[in-house]
């Protein structure tokens, strides 16, 4: 079945840094992929998509490229900020009934 | 655009006692609602897909007796936890679609309910 695999947090960085936090997915078909947001106390935001092979989506400040040949969509940022610290869900829908695919949640925590 | 609220956002609950949860897409009607629970640093399980005006549809392993959902308009979902237990504390999470079709497949979520049972 279709599962969506993230690395494990907390990833802790100081401001400034690049970050990368990977997700690699396995799904038939052509799923459309995901990164959420959940800043601390609030509820899942979109923080960017893209829905086919070679797509890269971006919003913030981040991105990640859809990469059909390794099953990844990688979420990177040049220079994270201290507002950037929260837990980062990747996720897939199926081109089939296009329900959401969750990863596990990547905590990110930036010091200043 | 694209608003999903929920009420409310904690409650505290006796054992045994019944909570309703409302989930209410705003500014945009909703054919399709999500609900989801969240554990402490765990990712988003969904429990149930309600489609307006007909049954919800349960994943594997939830309780359909326990979890009431109710998808009676286009811009309202409930789910009520019947006889609550300490093991149903958790957050819940809804999440509403416009469509099913792309582009409108996209999912937008509402903030969540702390349920806490004592």
């Known amino acids: 079945g279709n599962s969506v695999t993230q690395m494990e947090g907390p990833v802790t960085l100081s401001e400034e840094a690049f970050l990368t936090i990977n997700c690699t997915y396995t799904?038939?078909?052509?799923?459309?992929l995901f990164w959420y947001v959940q800043y601390p106390g609030e509820g899942l935001q979109l923080l960017l998509k893209?829905?086919?092979a070679d797509d890269k989506g971006s919003n913030k400040g981040f991105e990640a490229t859809y990469r059909k040949e390794t099953t990844s969509f990688h979420l990177e940022k040049g220079s994270v900020q201290v507002s950037d610290s929260a837990v980062y869900f990747c996720?897939?829908?199926?081109?089939?009934?296009?329900?959401?695919?969750w990863g596990a949640g990547t905590k990110l925590i930036i010091k200043p | 655009g694209a608003v999903v609220s929920q009420h409310p956002s904690w409650v505290i609950c006796k054992s045994g006692t019944s909570v309703k949860i409302e989930c209410r897409s705003l500014?945009?009607?909703?054919?399709?609602m999500f609900w989801y629970r969240q554990f402490p640093k765990q990712s988003l399980m969904l429990m149930a897909t309600?489609?307006?005006?007909?049954?919800?549809?349960?994943e594997q392993g939830v309780e359909k007796d326990k979890f009431l959902i109710n998808h009676a308009s286009l811009t309202l979902s409930t789910l009520t936890v019947t006889s609550a237990h300490p093991e149903d504390s958790s957050f819940y999470i809804c999440s509403a679609r416009e469509g099913m079709g792309f582009p409108n497949y996209e999912q937008y979520f509402g903030p969540g309910t702390r349920l806490t049972v004592t």
């Open positions: 893209a829905t086919k």
């Open positions: 996720a897939l829908s199926s081109d089939s009934n296009y329900q959401l695919i």
């Open positions: 309600s489609n307006e005006g007909s049954k919800a549809t349960y």
């Open positions: 500014d945009f009607q909703a054919t399709t």
């Open positions: 799904a038939t078909g052509y799923p459309s």
